[in-house]
């Protein structure tokens, strides 16, 4: 009888440690693609702060916390974390994201200078502060990079998840033997 069994995007890729940087995954409860129908975002927005407490970002960045977190995913289009969004209908185009996402977290004093290795952005605390999001490319991969805290949150699809690993970790490895 073949077993099949559900396995997160970085299963036995991480975690990974080099000097001070770890890359962890996070397996989010749920995620969810909302794209406001036209003229909605203000009613999506209210929806939002009634049912999770959270609203919908300004373009580049995210609001809420590390368990419900809306995040701005491109041209309007968000991202929800954490639970499945409720009172949607006839506002907004709604789309379950959970499966198709692999999400790491940086961390480490200098995790900006790992990323300085992979993107075409300045991710340095100074111009890439607390509550940011961008969409870019790491090597050659599209990605969605939010600042949390100290770390940072990046998620590219599935299906690149090993390259994504691959890439962070060797930067992580080659900026932790210069310190």
């Given amino acids: 009888m073949l077993d099949l069994t559900a396995k997160t995007p970085c299963d036995g890729l991480l975690p990974v440690s080099h000097g001070p940087f770890t ?6 409860k749920a995620l969810t693609s909302i794209a406001p129908f036209k003229g909605q975002a203000g009613a999506v927005s209210d929806t939002l702060q009634s049912a999770h407490g959270i609203t919908l970002p300004s373009i580049g960045g995210a609001t809420g916390n590390g368990s419900v977190q809306a ?5 309007g289009q968000y991202l929800l974390t954490g639970p499945a ?15 198709a996402w692999a999400t790491v977290r940086l961390d480490g004093h200098e995790a900006a200078e790992v990323l300085a290795r992979l993107v075409p952005v300045d991710m340095r605390p100074a111009m890439f502060p607390d509550g940011t999001s961008v969409r870019t490319l790491l090597g050659h991969m599209t990605v969605s990079i939010t600042r949390e805290g100290e770390g940072y949150r990046i998620m590219a699809f599935r299906s690149m998840a090993v390259t994504l690993v691959h890439e962070i970790a060797g ?6 033997q210069r310190l």
């Fill in 23 to 28: 890359l962890t995954e996070i397996v989010p």
């Fill in 71 to 75: 995040i701005w995913f491109g041209q």
């Fill in 85 to 99: 969004p409720d009172g949607l209908d006839g506002i907004a185009a709604v789309t379950d994201q959970t499966d």
């Fill in 171 to 176: 930067a992580m490895e080659a900026v932790a």
